[in-house]
């Protein structure tokens, strides 16, 4: 049996199961909070905020769904929305998350506050010491790492250059933004260590990069991958791909959507390939469960496993 409700698109419905009517309450609070349109940055940040508390709800208790074994799950929140609602919903929180990081990187420039003032600090302190375990970005022979997406607070730049012996390239097409992650890497005392690449990701060239990091916003995906696969230089490419429900906060690029693209050559001159044993992790790499790894090594590192 399927319910009916109304969605937050004119004439469209949402099409519920019996159970997901009766328990899944997140989403309906989800739906009706996506009837707002936010204007002040004080009303982003509040519908920015909800809409993350509602979606990691419902990613919480899709987890206790599956440990109590219930034959029942609740849909991918990404695939229950409307496109319009989801385009919407990553919209709202790519400019939450946008306020927050121009905020307080114009703070620690002013030097009002420190960096570990970041509300998501914690969560990109563990996310980068588990992509540095798994790429031994700290080994002496690494000299240059590249981050393509930086935003306005390259945080996850920083803590690469505060916990390796690497330099930093950071890319961030939009000017304002690299100027203000600029005064930030200066403010705090790290422009020897870290460069920050004002240029389209897809044009920049990558042929002497060790390392590679995606930004789960990083995008178009398929183009700049294809740019930093160019040569089997870089021996190792590290994608952030969000879990679960939290795929309705960014346009990620999961496991299953790289496969057959790099397996029937669709994206051309690929020298990389998946990390054997790796594939879709089960596990999050930090404290929200809100990202995911996918790992890729050239071919010519993959001869040694």
Known sequence: MKFGRLSTIEGS???FKDYELKGDEPFKKIVTLLRENPKTKAEKIRLGQLLEQ???ERKKLNTELSRSHQIVELAPLD???LKDELK???KIFGDYEGILEEDTANK???GEVYLESFPYYKRYEKLTDMEIIKSEASAPDVKNICMIGGGWL???AIMYAQKTKAHIHVVEKIPYRAEIARK????????DKITIINQKAQEVDYGQMDIIVFAAMADPKYKILEKASDTDYPRTIIIRTPLGDTRAFYQGTYYEDLIGPISYSKIK???HWFRPGFGVQAEPTDPDGIFNLIILDSIRVLDDY
């Open 13 to 15: 419905t949402h099409e």
């Open 54 to 56: 509602f979606v990691l």
């Open 79 to 81: 695939k229950l929305l």
């Open 88 to 90: 919407k919903l990553q």
């Open 108 to 110: 620690i420039i002013k």
């Open 154 to 156: 390259p945080i996850s």
């Open 184 to 191: 930030v890497i200066e403010k705090l005392g790290l422009k």
């Open 269 to 271: 001159s690929f020298n």
